[in-house]
């Protein structure tokens, strides 16, 4: 069996919030959530979005950190900062392209998602990829999310100028091979799509 | 007494709701587990497998189960979060009685047990056997619900006894009965992913009923095409191939609609319903008049919604139809289930791998509570109370004369009624908040205003209980041991994480201890819940919901054991009519003409606005275990009106403003929440909140006529912009009733 990974589907998700109720169940920083749910606008639709750490290969946070406290392990886990070098500047909060690392005032230092190190390390799921009720966050090999999903995975992101890959993996429709941000929507989108597709009112013209 | 002893603010005050927020010992507690439990969770009819962690008799934290077949591992935050009910400051530790004036104060078991049966007995010497109710619950465990019934009969032998499943499956299960005869989902989850076509009907999958989600999904990934039919567009409605934003009460005209233009694409097995089936043409007879145009206007939908659902439904290969309160909740909520489910008779695709029908139960034991026979007309084993043979039967189990058995009894909202009308006096309620769950709440709080006696068992005090004489503190889920089944028809085991705090006791000996105070003393002799348990596998027997081939060991083996299981080798039943055979005398299943009708309050000059009330993620019915879990109270703090930004916009409400929402019974005020995704005629409320934030204020206390199910789905309102509440139970927390 190959090795697990980390894959997000943003289609699957439902808003329920099991994976940061969970994932302050974890007890290396039980009572705090390492991960948050994005409600993308919710005047206009339902959708929301998990974000965890996406643990880039060339990790933006640690390449601006200016006291070298974050660390990757060999096996591509992007940790929370050092205790001993954090020094709380913030600048991994800024530069984070995905927005994940969080600043904790209350213990001056920048605490992360670490994809359950603890538990994957030792062969168990991450605590969010084993709750969450929709298969949003799921973690399994890469021959069975091919077998069992219609997407596909990639992990190929350009912010502007910027590319990144990252460890963790999100689906989108093939023929997409690269998430490109700062065209906000991903590139494949179907153009047919009606202008406001979430607005019932425009679901019931022509009654 | 039965009313308030003290204000409302000095009940929250010393009871709650308060929330908890810390595990016991904290976030940091290091040291080892000495316990890793594999129960349930104590919520939703799916009944999620979960492992409870266990230091010194406390409840710390859960660990995901991932062998359990039906979730494996998956959890909903309520499921995540369920453990801080445990070691709850609100908890109740030791009977209380009601004094006036001052509120409630700690007696000795003797003492309130002794209370209890002696209020008993001079109710029905005074008044008559039925002048004393029982109102029960869904969320009780197999075991207690038949202890249930068997105590209304046999101990306090009043034939009023109902529970708050009347709230929730009845409409479902008395369509499923009159189509099928049985009253139970048809398949196995497992077939869900197996199906090429779904229809969700009424059924918000995503909030209520979290995990069947990735089932869903499962089967779109496996490239079928998924209809939901809802007035909101809910989480899973944003993805389906085609959502029908249907009117609420106008879901017959989709059924029907789409039938008609089933049968005239020939999408229909007529050979199947030539040798397996009643009653088509009558039946066939009155779709013809859903006319697209016919059905689109019962529906409120435009009519190419239901000419693309019948093309997707019709020549499907598999499909699988799943229906929940959506289409329940309604004067009209039998009819609703069964023209839903004759989409599925019709084609044939029934009893066999991807193809079947579902309804998705609500309450933790929202399938086996209603086998066990604690409803007002039924015996154990699915048995008819009214029925010669199966009351023989049930006399013969309990040892006692047949005419001893009461007969059938009111429903819940009647037996509501008939206190109000000073018709019953005394009430025992267990696992119920009916005046958080029942409709048209200020008339429930007068009318338990009117009992001269009133007994509440729970492990809170809820809204409800604060009207109680006396408060027996009960059981939580893990704190006994006993079965339940599950939305599949799966018989599974809870098992005991830690025993109840203090003085405390497990609901099933307050009953067996009542019990012995009233008659047939010796009936009610049970050292364990396994003693229940091997009682009810024998009233079971040669029922309907047929437990007898059933054991704890088996269930544990099997990871659960479906129903029928007549005998102890018996495999179980995952699916139903596999040999398309039905459960009525002729062996077929029945078509029934049901036809459209409007509901009981249709919208007006006075009154424009539909109300439709239903559940968010991260609570549970009334609220009573939820609102005191502080993490899941921070997910969604107090009800808010979802309203369309057009309608909005005619009243003049802004997003945030407070706004009064108000029927012809009551009101409520609380916050706009504008959203596109709801239909513009339609405002949404959800109903975990008591007293001035309470749905049920406004809904209508009608029900139908076969299942007398309330109509929570649809009433009319206005709603206007108001100024912000500065009274004194809005200022309470929001988990007790207050709003911010």
Known sequence: MSELAFFIDYSRCIGCQACVQACAECDTHRGVSMIHLETIQRSESVQTAPQVCMHCEDPICARVCPADAIKKTPDGVVQSSLKPRCIGCSNCVVACPFGVPKYSAEIDQMMKCDMCYDRSSVGKKPMCATVCPSGALTYTTMEDIQRTRRGIPINSWKFGGEEVRTKVYVMVPKAVERVDVDLVQITATPSALPEDPYDVALMLEGM | ?740
Request: aromatic share 8%; hydrophobic share 35%; proline share 7%.
């Open chain 2, 1 to 740: 007494m039965a009313k308030l002893p003290i204000d409302i603010p000095a009940i929250v005050d010393q009871f709650g709701p308060s929330l908890h927020r810390v595990p016991p010992g904290g976030w940091n507690q290091t040291g080892q587990d000495e316990k890793l439990v594999k129960t349930h969770c104590c919520f939703c009819g799916q009944q999620c497998g979960i492992q409870l962690r266990v230091r010194e008799n406390r409840v710390v934290g859960f660990e995901p189960w991932e062998d359990f077949p039906f979730n494996k591992g998956k959890l909903c935050p309520k499921g995540v979060k369920r453990y801080m009910q445990d070691e709850h400051p609100d908890r109740l530790k030791t009977p209380l009685q009601r004094v006036e004036g001052k509120g409630y104060e700690p007696i000795s078991w003797d003492a309130a047990l002794d209370r209890v049966a002696s209020e008993i007995k001079r109710i029905q010497q005074a008044y008559g056997k039925d002048a004393f109710g029982i109102l029960t619950g869904a969320s009780l465990t197999n075991e207690k619900a038949y202890l249930m019934g068997k105590f209304a009969r046999v101990a306090v032998q009043t034939a009023n006894l109902d529970y708050n499943g009347r709230l929730c499956m009845v409409s479902a299960g008395a369509a499923s009965k009159k189509v099928f005869g049985i009253d139970r989902s048809a398949n196995p989850w497992s077939d869900i992913p197996k199906a090429k076509a779904i229809l969700v009907a009424g059924a918000n999958v995503g909030e209520c009923a979290p995990i069947t989600t990735d089932y869903l999904w499962q089967a779109r990934d496996n490239g079928a095409k998924l209809i939901v039919m809802d007035p909101r567009m809910t989480p899973i409605a944003r993805n389906a191939d085609l959502f029908i934003p249907v009117r609420s009460g106008g879901d017959i005209g989709v059924f029907h609609g789409m039938m008609r233009i089933m049968i005239q694409q020939g999408w229909i097995d007529r050979d199947y319903i030539e040798k397996y089936t009643a009653g088509f043409d009558e039946y066939a007879r009155v779709v013809d008049r859903y006319t697209p145009e016919y059905a689109a206007k019962i529906a409120g939908v435009p009519a190419d919604l239901i000419v693309k659902a019948a093309e997707i439904w019709g020549p499907a290969p598999t499909s699988f139809l799943l229906h929940a309160r959506g289409i329940e909740h309604h004067s009209k909520g039998v009819e609703n289930c069964i023209a839903a489910i004759q989409l599925v008779l019709a084609t044939g695709r029934l009893g066999r791998e991807g193809c079947g029908y579902a309804m998705i139960t609500g309450q933790g034991n929202g399938q086996g509570a209603r086998e066990q026979g604690q409803k007002c007309d039924q015996l154990p084993g699915n048995r008819d109370i009214s029925n010669p043979e199966h009351r023989k039967y049930i006399a013969g189990v309990w040892g006692v004369p047949e005419e001893s058995i009461p007969g059938k009894g009111l429903s819940a909202v009647p037996l509501l009624e008939a206190i109000n009308d000073g018709k019953i006096k005394g009430l025992l309620l267990i696992c119920f908040n009916p005046t958080v769950s029942l409709p048209d709440a200020n008339f429930v709080r007068k009318a338990l205003e009117k009992l001269e006696f009133f007994v509440n068992i729970d492990f809170f005090l809820s809204e409800t209980g604060r009207y109680a004489d006396i408060v027996l503190p009960g059981s939580l889920m893990e704190e006994d041991e006993g079965t339940t089944t599950n939305v599949e028809g799966r018989v599974i085991h809870h098992r005991k994480a830690v025993s109840p705090p203090v003085d405390a006791r497990e609901d099933w000996k307050i009953i067996c201890d009542i019990a012995s105070r009233l008659e047939n003393a010796d009936k009610f002799r049970y050292s364990s819940p396994h003693d229940i348990f091997e009682e009810l596998r024998v009233a079971s027997k040669g029922g309907i919901s047929d437990y007898y081939g059933m054991t704890w060991e088996k269930i544990d083996a099997e990871n659960g054991v479906f129903w029928p299981c007549p005998e102890l080798g018996h495999p179980g039943t995952p699916r139903l009519y596999e040999d398309k055979k039905f459960n009525h005398p002729d062996g077929k299943a029945h078509f029934h003409p049901v036809d459209w009708r409007p509901s009981a309050e249709m919208p007006d000059e006075e009154y424009p606005i539909i109300l439709t009330t239903g559940r968010v993620v991260s609570h549970f019915l009334s609220g009573t275990q939820t609102r005191r879990i502080g993490a899941l109270l921070d997910q969604y703090s107090q009800p808010l009106c979802e309203m369309h930004p057009k309608l909005a916009e005619k009243l003049g409400i802004a997003e945030g403003d407070f706004v009064k929402v108000e029927s012809r019974r009551g009101h409520v005020v609380v916050r706009a929440q504008i959203v596109k995704t709801i239909r513009p005629d339609t405002v949404f409320v959800p109903y975990h909140w008591p007293l001035d934030r309470s749905a049920n204020n406004m809904t209508i206390r009608a029900i139908d006529p076969i299942s007398n199910i309330p109509e929570y789905k649809i009433c009319a309102v206005r709603v206007m912009k108001t100024d912000t509440p500065t009274d004194r139970i809005s200022q309470l927390g929001m988990e007790a009733g207050g709003v911010r």
